[in-house]
T-cell receptor, first 111, second 110 residues
Framework: ETGVTQSPTHLIKTRGQQVTLRCSSQSGHNTVSWYQQALGQGPQFIFQ???????GRGNFPPRFSGLQFPNYSSELNVNALELDDSALYLC??????????FGPGTRLTVL | DQQVKQNSPSLSVQEGRISILNCDYTNSMFDYFLWYKKYPAEGPTFLISISSIKDKNEDGRFTVFLNKSAKHLSLHIVPSQPGDSAVYFC?????????FGAGTRLTVKP
């Protein structure tokens, strides 16, 4: 059974650029959630996808968008990057929303 | 808005003793609570959970207690082991909205 994987591991971008982060969910999981974790804080919920449809969204602006594919893998896209977008981005997959399995995260640095 | 709070950023205990990590929440609509453990360079790992209809759930050395009237939950680890040293996050779920606390760094000294 393959766990949740994320790519890339690290990424450096400049302000105003766009970024796409990728997540492969664990086998058998149909739900993917994305979180932003700033230094010293807990993960903050960005949004969730269930069977390719957005199924919930946290308090993030529209420049944060996502996709889920038929194989349940997912992308997080962030447009017009800002310095405060620098964080660890975590993807979590689940079959049951209450028990999510997290990937190792993508560390995004915006300069 | 911090709906889930872990007021102790760090905790240090001796090996073999009990570790008690605390978490408070403000939203009475939360119906499921979880604890995650996170090692450096890894994503959070699910540890234990509890539904709002229960007040205790036990799994080996780990027990989670829920006090709904006080909007408080705690994680007890006994006996604590050095390998338990990690950051522990509590989380609360209301339908599809999962909220996390800021975490407590537990250090278990040999």
């Amino acid at each position: 059974e393959t766990g949740v994987t994320q790519s890339p591991t690290h990424l450096i971008k400049t302000r105003g650029q766009q970024v796409t982060l990728r997540c492969s969910s664990q086998s058998g999981h149909n739900t993917v959630s994305w979180y932003q974790q700033a230094l010293g804080q807990g993960p903050q919920f960005i949004f969730q996808y269930y069977r390719e449809e957005e199924n919930g969204r946290g308090n993030f602006p529209p420049r944060f968008s996502g996709l889920q594919f038929p194989n349940y893998s997912s992308e997080l896209n962030v447009n017009a990057l800002e310095l405060d977008d620098s964080a660890l981005y975590l993807c979590a997959s689940s079959f049951d929303i209450n028990e999510q399995f997290f990937g190792p995260g993508t560390r995004l640095t915006v300069l | 808005d911090q709906q889930v709070k872990q007021n102790s950023p760090s905790l240090s205990v001796q090996e073999g003793r009990i570790s008690i990590l605390n978490c408070d929440y403000t939203n009475s609509m939360f119906d499921y609570f979880l604890w995650y453990k996170k090692y450096p360079a890894e994503g959070p790992t699910f540890l234990i959970s509890i539904s709002s209809i229960k007040d205790k759930n036990e799994d080996g050395r780990f027990t989670v207690f829920l006090n709904k009237s006080a909007k408080h939950l705690s994680l007890h680890i006994v006996p604590s082991q050095p390998g338990d040293s990690a950051v522990y996050f509590c989380a609360a779920n209301n339908h599809n909205d999962m909220r996390f606390g800021a975490g407590t760094r537990l250090t278990v000294k040999p």
